[in-house]
T-cell receptor
């Protein structure tokens, strides 16, 4: 079955450590996205990529980094510079422009 | 810039009653609009989409939405609520024709009362 896989589902880290969240898709989609979800704030766009080896900052990119070396993969690194990293992170992919996004099941990151 | 406003962060309805979740959008071009549903600790699932083919759009699980250009609205309805409809619902507008972004509203949590 085609879809998006995010791993792990739950992640715990100590403050000051970088952490990388995995996102893999087998839908052959060109575009991939990372969103952050906090209670009452909806989804906020962190980074997105429309093509391999290229990506753009979203609305809240500070403290995050991404890479897009393969079409199928779009990992997100939460760096120690991110002041409030504890959140639910969602990865998505999209095919044709204006078509709906497909979402993974998310990674819940807790930093203490 | 495009934007989406969802009125009401929480909505409660009785089982069997009408569900109405409100969404207003702002767009400088003809929009593509979507409704998604999210169950706890899961990703978002597409309920329905408006792509200008018809103003009344039917989706999954008995939901439908009507595009009203004059009111810049895309409200989601379901005639009879079921306990399994309890979830968070997001309205979204596509900017993908320009810079490939989809803008989400802040979400409405739907509570179903027995």
């Amino acid at each position: 079955d085609g879809g998006i896989t995010q791993s792990p589902k739950y992640l715990f880290r100590k403050e000051g450590q970088n952490v990388t969240l995995s996102c893999e898709q087998n839908l052959n989609h060109d575009a991939m996205y990372w969103y952050r979800q906090d209670p009452g704030q909806g989804l906020r766009l962190i980074y997105y990529s429309q093509i391999v080896n290229d990506f753009q900052k979203g609305d809240i990119a500070e403290g995050y980094s991404v890479s897009r070396e393969k079409k199928e993969s779009f990992p997100l690194t939460v760096t120690s510079a991110q002041k409030n990293p504890t959140a639910f992170y969602l990865c998505a992919s999209g095919g044709q422009p204006n078509s709906p996004l497909h979402f993974g099941n998310g990674t819940r990151l807790t930093v203490t | 810039a495009q934007s989406v406003t969802q009125l009401g962060s929480h909505v409660s309805v009785s089982e069997g009653a009408l569900v109405l979740l409100r969404c207003n959008y702002s767009s400088s071009v003809p929009p593509y609009l979507f409704w998604y549903v999210q169950y706890p600790n899961q990703g978002l699932q597409l309920l329905l989409k408006y792509t200008s083919a018809a103003t009344l759009v039917k989706g999954i699980n008995g939901f439908e939405a009507e595009f009203k250009k004059s009111e810049t609205s895309f409200h989601l309805t379901k005639p009879s609520a079921h306990m399994s409809d309890a979830a968070e619902y997001f309205c979204a507008v596509s900017d993908r024709g320009r810079d490939d972004k989809i803008i989400f509203g802040k979400g409405t949590r739907l509570h179903i009362l027995p």
